[in-house]
Nanobody, 125 residues
Framework: VQLQASGGGLVQAGGSLRLSCAVS????????IAWFRQAPGKEREGVACIVSDNDDTVYSDSVKGRFTISRDNAKNTVFLQMNSLKPEDTAVYYCAAERGLILGYWRDSSQYDYWGQGTQVTVSS
């Protein structure tokens, strides 16, 4: 299983970015894909998760209403659309995947067996 995250960059506060996570070697149908982020000196934080079998989505309170997670089954890719970005959104963003994840545990990074390499998002004020 491989996950390839991309789409990060430098953007001004209030701007938008769309991250992509290309997944290979994993059947989308019974998997959960999540985005985490980690800022310098901080713990890794769950941002959003999508469960592939029913398209349920969950978000952290800090991004709810600004970020949207979605997937394209034909391309085996999960997206994170980030709008109204704030300086505090600055972090390395990682995508992660797990088969049969119980959604209630989506924030627990230890639940995920597969991780992408991370993509840097920097929001300037």
């Amino acid at each position: 299983v491989q996950l390839q995250a991309s789409g990060g960059g430098l953007v001004q506060a209030g701007g938008s970015l769309r991250l992509s996570c290309a997944v290979s070697g994993l059947t989308f149908g019974n998997s959960a894909i999540a985005w985490f982020r980690q800022a310098p000196g901080k713990e890794r934080e769950g941002v959003a998760c999508i469960v592939s079998d029913n398209d349920d989505t969950v978000y952290s309170d800090s991004v709810k209403g600004r970020f949207t997670i979605s997937r394209d089954n034909a391309k085996n890719t999960v997206f994170l659309q980030m709008n109204s970005l704030k300086p505090e959104d600055t972090a390395v963003y990682y995508c992660a995947a797990e088969r049969g994840l119980i959604l209630g545990y989506w924030r627990d990074s230890s639940q995920y067996d597969y991780w992408g390499q991370g993509t840097q998002v920097t929001v300037s004020s």
